[in-house]
């Protein structure tokens, strides 16, 4: 049976929107970097609180996609989206008006619940306007704004603005404008789909219960693997700068150019990896990215100080495994959700890998630095990424152009749940 006609202007509109969101999710959190030479003095904080400010807001936003996952299958997408749009812009910018190390670490734990809240609830309302065939693309376009305008964008604008107004208070103050108008925007353009994103999956939306989800044979398989991928690139991202200097005795210039490869690289696997998964399937996709990822940190772990070759292999490390993360949360767990659950799908494999792998990784890999050498870091994402590509054998494909002929335009397709364990 043929359902309506698929709306395609509304499936890019949406796209759009939702990913000016992630990126300015992404701005708002990496803001604070850029501007921290500018603000220790100011408020005198150190390194370690930088560390703790950053991981604050990690460990938040992990625990609240887990939790607002669920909700925002009860009660819909967009009271979500608008709603926690406009708080953590406003958020961001009272960080402008911060008097020290409390009031900030305050502000970006407030802030981690924000843009936690808002991760599943824009994954699962993207995959509701997209065609099937299109889920892994569009979503992993959606992901891609993160690194993009988090780590690409944010500290050139930063620093741009610094040069025009009177202080850092000032560009903090700003952030806010541009998620208000988004906000607005998500308001106006968003429609609601239904419960649990039923209509997108072509299943009922009959009550489920949410612990279903632990039964649910991909989205476990999915969590396992995320925690692995999020152990191999957030321990990268958190210890290579100073692996670069202090092991490969880098000058500060150089480490910038060979760093910025995990921003660069992020960006474009974050798209890459699903789009290529909507044709070739998503678990070939991931054991290649997971192997590919590997071999990559294999081979930057035993390159001396060749800049253009370092670059090129963290680029390739970080374009895979970032990669891996938007395929994982992305259309491995929307397909894998069971009819009604989507959203808490996408936030239960999001929120664990973000929680753990995103936040006892790198403390785990900081004591492995202090006690046995910088080196020995990169041996612990090695391992990671490898334990990662033994998960992903697991995974059960769910790629509707691998579980049925390639649908015509205007056709919605039924993408059976992964749930046999």
């Excluded at 610094?162 to 925007?185: D, Q, T």
Aim: with cysteine; hydrophobic share 50%.
């Amino acid at each position: 049976m043929t359902a309506p006609h698929h709306d395609i202007g509304y499936e890019r509109k949406t796209l759009v929107l939702l990913g000016l969101g992630f990126g300015l999710v992404g701005f708002d959190r990496w803001l604070m970097a850029p501007m921290f030479p500018y603000m220790m003095k100011d408020l005198r904080l150190d390194y370690s609180q930088l560390g703790s400010l950053i991981g604050v807001l990690g460990v938040a936003w992990g625990l609240w996609s887990i939790v607002m996952g669920p909700v925002s299958d009860r009660i819909g997408r967009k009271k979500i989206l608008v709603a926690t749009m406009i708080v953590f812009s406003i958020l961001s910018s009272l960080s402008g008006f911060a008097t020290g190390f409390a009031s900030l670490l305050l502000l970006r734990a407030a802030m981690g619940v924000a843009e936690g809240a808002f991760t599943p609830a824009s994954l699962a309302a993207n995959s509701e306007a997209s065609r099937p065939a299109r889920r892994g693309l569009n979503q992993g376009l959606q992901l891609s704004m993160i690194p993009l305008v988090g780590l690409g964008f944010a500290p050139i604008a930063a620093t741009q603005l610094l040069r025009i107004v009177p202080s850092w208070h000032w560009v903090f103050m700003i952030s806010a404008v541009p998620g208000l108008i988004v906000s607005a925007l998500i308001a106006r353009s968003l429609r609601e789909h239904g419960r649990g994103g039923a209509s997108t999956l072509g299943a009922s939306a009959a009550k489920v219960r949410w612990t279903q989800l632990l039964r649910t044979r991909n989205v476990l398989v999915a969590t396992a693997a995320i925690l692995c991928a999020m152990g191999g690139i957030f321990v990268m991202g958190a210890m290579v700068p100073t692996y670069l200097v202090a092991d490969l005795h880098l000058d500060t210039r150089s480490m910038g150019f060979v760093a910025s490869a995990i921003g660069f690289g992020g960006f474009a696997g974050s798209f890459v990896l699903p789009g290529v998964s909507d044709y070739l399937g998503r678990r070939p996709t991931a054991l290649f990215g997971f192997a590919a990822a590997t071999l990559l940190l294999y081979c930057f772990a035993r390159t001396g100080p060749n800049l253009p070759l370092l670059f090129a292999l963290l680029f390739g490390v970080s374009m895979f495994s970032i990669g891996l993360l938007s395929l994982l949360s992305g259309p491995v767990a929307t397909e894998a959700a069971p009819p009604g659950l989507v959203a808490s799908a996408i936030g239960f494999v999001s929120g664990v890998g973000e929680t753990f792998g995103g936040g006892v990784a790198p403390v785990i890999a900081g004591f492995i630095a202090q006690h046995y050498g910088l080196a020995r870091t990169l041996d612990f994402a090695f391992y990671s990424l490898v334990a990662g590509a033994a998960a992903v054998v697991l995974l059960v494909e769910t790629a509707p152009r691998r579980r049925t002929a390639c649908p015509r335009e205007g056709d919605v397709v039924a993408v059976p749940s992964a749930n046999d364990l």
